[in-house]
C-alpha cells in the first residue's frame, strides 16, 4: 500500500528561522515528487522533483529529492509571516497523474 | 484562463440527499482528479481519471460515482449524502509527458451534510 509521512506534523518558529520539513515515501511506479504549499485554499504548486540530488530553489525555498532512501526535503531559510502555511507532499504514480498526499506540516512563522 | 473551475462553492445539504460536485478544465488535460480533505489531515483521493471514458478508483471512493464523458469535465456525483461525507473537496488536472506537469487544483467545494 502508497505511503506518504511528513514530519513535522506542525512547527512554531520566529521570522528568520530556518525551517526543514521532511517527507518519506513508498509508492509503486514512483515518477516525481511534489512539494505544495496550502493556506486557505486550494495547494499551491511549489516544486517537482524527478532526480536524486539535484536541488531545485526558488527564492527561499529549496527542495532536493532521494530516491534511494525514498525521501524528500523543504528547506525554507529566512522565514517571514508569509511562509506561514500548510506544507504538503505528494508522491506522483507513473501513467496515472495521482497523487499520494502526506498529512502536511503546519508551519507558523511568528514575527 | 480558467484554469479548473469547481462549481458550487459551498453547499448544505441534508442526510440522504444526492448531489454532483462540477469540475471543468479548459487546459485539456488527460488527468483529472477528485480529492477530499478533512480537518487536520492531507488530500485523500476519491476518484480519477486519465483520459475520457476512463476512470479508476482512490482512496476513498467508497459513497461517491464518477464519470469522464468529455476531456473537460470530471463531475463527482454523492449519491445518498452522509454526514461522514462532509469535508473540503478539491478537483485537479494535470497532463502526462515529460516530466509528468505538476496538478492544477480547483479552488474547491466545500460541503456540509446535516
Known amino acids: 500500500e502508497d505511503k506518504v509521512v511528513q514530519s513535522p506534523l506542525s512547527l512554531v518558529v520566529h521570522e528568520g528561522d530556518t525551517v526543514t520539513l521532511n517527507c518519506s515515501y513508498e509508492?509503486?511506479?514512483?515518477?516525481?515528487l511534489l512539494w505544495y504549499k496550502q493556506e486557505k485554499k486550494a495547494p499551491t504548486f511549489l516544486f517537482m522533483l524527478t532526480s536524486s540530488g539535484i536541488e531545485k530553489k526558488s527564492g527561499r525555498l529549496s527542495s532536493i529529492l532521494d530516491k534511494k532512501e525514498l525521501f524528500s526535503i523543504l528547506n525554507i531559510t529566512a522565514t517571514q509571516t508569509g511562509d506561514s502555511a500548510v506544507y504538503l507532499c505528494?508522491?506522483?504514480?507513473?501513467?496515472?497523474?495521482?497523487?499520494?498526499f502526506g498529512q502536511g506540516t503546519t508551519l507558523q512563522v511568528k514575527p | 484562463n480558467a484554469g479548473v473551475t469547481q462549481t458550487p462553492k459551498f453547499q448544505v445539504l441534508k442526510t440522504g440527499q444526492s448531489m454532483t460536485l462540477q469540475c471543468a478544465q479548459d487546459?485539456?488535460?488527460?488527468?483529472m482528479s477528485w480529492y477530499r480533505q478533512d480537518p487536520g489531515m492531507g488530500l485523500r483521493l476519491i476518484h480519477y481519471?486519465?483520459?475520457?471514458?476512463?476512470?479508476d478508483q482512490g482512496e476513498v471512493p467508497n459513497g461517491y460515482n464518477v464519470s469522464r464523458s468529455t476531456t473537460e469535465d470530471f463531475p463527482l456525483r454523492l449519491l445518498s449524502a452522509a454526514p461522514s461525507q462532509t469535508s473540503v473537496y478539491f478537483c485537479a488536472s494535470s497532463s502526462p509527458g515529460m516530466g509528468n506537469q505538476p496538478q492544477h487544483f480547483g479552488d474547491g467545494t466545500r460541503l456540509s451534510i446535516l
Open positions: 487546459m485539456n488535460h488527460e488527468y
Open positions: 505528494a508522491p506522483t504514480s507513473s501513467n496515472t497523474g495521482k497523487l499520494i
Open positions: 481519471s486519465v483520459g475520457a471514458g476512463i476512470t
Open positions: 509508492v509503486t511506479n514512483f515518477r516525481s
